[in-house]
C-alpha cells in the first residue's frame, strides 16, 4: 500500500518559517517526479513546486525565492523548506509523487496570521 505522509504544518506568524516533511512508504521514490500542491479555503487547488527524479525544480511565481523543494530519495522523503511566509500562503499542503500515476498525501495544514 502507497502512502505519503505530510508533516511539519501548523500556525506562524506572517514573515516566520515552516519546514514540511513528505513522508513515504510502499513506494520508492527515486524514479518518480515530486511536490507540492496546496489548497485554500473557497480556491481550486494549485501547483506550489515540483522537482524531477533528475532534481529538476520548478516553482510557482507565487512561491519563487521564499520555498525550496528538496528529496532524499535514500529517506524516501520530499522537504518543502518555507521561509517569508504570508498570510496568502495559508492552505492545505499536499505532498504527490508522479510517474505513470499519481498518489497523494493526506494533507497538512499551514495557517500564517497577520
Known amino acids: 500500500q502507497v502512502r505519503l505522509v505530510e508533516s511539519g504544518g501548523g500556525l506562524v506568524q506572517s514573515g516566520g518559517s515552516l519546514r514540511l516533511s513528505c513522508t513515504a512508504s510502499?513506494?520508492?521514490?527515486?524514479?518518480?517526479?515530486v511536490g507540492w500542491y496546496r489548497q485554500a479555503p473557497g480556491k481550486e487547488r494549485e501547483l506550489v513546486t515540483s522537482?524531477?527524479?533528475?532534481?529538476?525544480?520548478n516553482y510557482a511565481d507565487f512561491v519563487q525565492g521564499r520555498f525550496a523543494i528538496s528529496r532524499d530519495n535514500a529517506e524516501n522523503m520530499v522537504y518543502l523548506q518555507m521561509n517569508n511566509l504570508k498570510p496568502d500562503d495559508t492552505a492545505v499542503y499536499y505532498c504527490?509523487?508522479?510517474?505513470?500515476?499519481?498518489?497523494w498525501g493526506q494533507g497538512t495544514q499551514v495557517t500564517v496570521s497577520a
Open positions: 522537482i524531477t527524479r533528475g532534481g529538476t525544480t
Open positions: 510502499g513506494i520508492n521514490i527515486t524514479p518518480y517526479a
Open positions: 504527490y509523487a508522479n510517474m505513470f500515476r499519481t498518489f
